[in-house]
Structures are given as C-alpha cells and as structure tokens.
C-alpha cells in the first residue's frame, strides 16, 4: 500500500522566519515521483517540484529548498525567510510507475504572521 | 487553453438530483484525474483517464458516480442521486502522460448538495 504522511496539520510562523514542512511516505516500489503542491485561498492546487525515486540530490529554488532521504522515506520542503504571501495548505504527494494515482498527505496548513 | 478549466464553479443542487461537472484538461494533455477533497483534507483519488479510457476508476465511491473522455480531451463527471455527503470539491487535473510526469490542476467544482 502506498501513503503519504505529514504529521504537521498546522503551523505557524513569524514572517522572515525559516521553516520546515515533513512528508514522509511509504511506497513497495522502487521507482516513484514525489511531488509538492501548494493551495493558497483560492483553492487552486499549484504544482511546485517533482523528484523522482532514483534522484536524492537536494533542490533549491529562491526561498525554497527540498530534502530527499530515501534512508528515512523523507521528502521534506523548506521555506527560508517565510513571507505572508506563503501562507497556504502545502500537500506532498506521491506517486509510483506502477500506479498511476497520486496519493496525496492531508496537508500542512502554514500560516505566516506579519 | 492555457490551463485545467472547470465548469461550473459552484454548484448547488437538492438532494437525489443528477449533474454533470466537467473539465477542460491543458491540450494536448493525454491522462486526466478527478479528485474530491473535503474540508481540511488532502484530495481523494476518484478516476485517471489515459486517452479515452478509464485506467483506473478504483476510487469511485459507488456506482452513482460515473466519468467519461469521450474523445481524449474534455470529461465530464456525473453523479446520480447525490447525497449531502457527496457536497465536497471536486478538482480535475491532467498531465503530458502519465507516468509521474506533473499534474496540474484546475481551480475545482465546489458541489454542494442540499
């Protein structure tokens, strides 16, 4: 069985402050994606990185760096000097080659406090 | 078009009525998902579209719920005799492919059953 787990269901944060959201999941495969999502107020799901299973180099865009550790199944996404505008429900997903639905977490509700 | 469009926005309908979202996928776009997502939850996996064909329908809560891509490109969601526990969001998303590439996602259906 595939999973996707974020145990943070919230947090909060003061504006310029670093933080960091957990995924971890659980996969039989050996070849999968892993995927993190952004939906903001509005409601849109916004694409933001997709790693595949046999890639652990560590990503960095701007303000936002990803983690992957296949030793402890962790996918785990970090904002640096958070911003208000971060404020959103942020979901890490999953997805294996042999499966073509994409399990999604619960989410992560961040809120970046001025 | 430019990217995943669904119709309508909100919906509001009675209870035991029939209707029909759709979604307009990113042309070109072969595999298309259908998702529900209730309040303070991740996306729960209905349907995935490789073309015209239904790949996987495992997530489809019951036989009152049915989808089609008639000619691979836009699909259309029907539910049958809904039920105020069917009122949720339901979003739409298509890929390249498939096979892990990035899904993204239209801004979703708010379906509400009364």
């Known amino acids: 069985a595939q999973k996707v787990t974020q145990a943070q269901t919230e947090i909060s944060v003061v504006e310029k402050e670093d933080v960091t959201l957990d995924c971890v999941y659980e996969?039989?495969?050996?070849?999968?994606?892993l995927f993190w999502y952004k939906q903001p107020p509005s409601g849109e799901l916004v694409f933001l990185i997709r790693r595949n299973s046999f890639d652990e180099q560590n990503e960095i865009s701007g303000r936002y760096s990803w983690n992957f550790q296949k030793s402890t199944s962790s996918f785990n996404f970090t904002i640096t000097a958070s911003q208000v505008v971060d404020s959103a429900v942020y979901f890490c997903a999953l997805i294996s080659w042999r499966d073509d639905k994409i399990i999604f977490g619960k989410g992560t509700r961040l809120h970046i406090l001025p | 078009g430019a990217g995943v469009s669904q119709t309508p926005s909100n919906k509001v309908t009675e209870k035991g009525k029939y209707v029909e979202l759709r979604c307009d996928p990113i042309?070109?776009?072969?595999?298309l998902y259908w998702y529900r997502q209730s309040l303070g939850q991740g996306p729960e996996f209905l349907i995935y579209f490789q073309g015209t064909g239904a790949a996987d329908d495992s997530g489809l809560p019951n036989d009152r719920f049915f989808a089609v891509r008639p000619e691979g490109s836009v699909s259309t969601l029907k539910i049958q005799r809904t039920e105020r526990g069917d009122s949720a969001v339901y979003l739409c998303?298509?890929?390249?492919?498939?096979?892990?590439?990035?899904?993204?996602f239209g801004q979703g259906t708010r379906l509400t059953v009364v």
């Open positions: 996969t039989r495969d050996t070849t999968y994606y």
């Open positions: 042309s070109g776009h072969t595999a």
């Open positions: 998303a298509s890929s390249a492919t498939g096979e892990g590439t990035e899904a993204f």
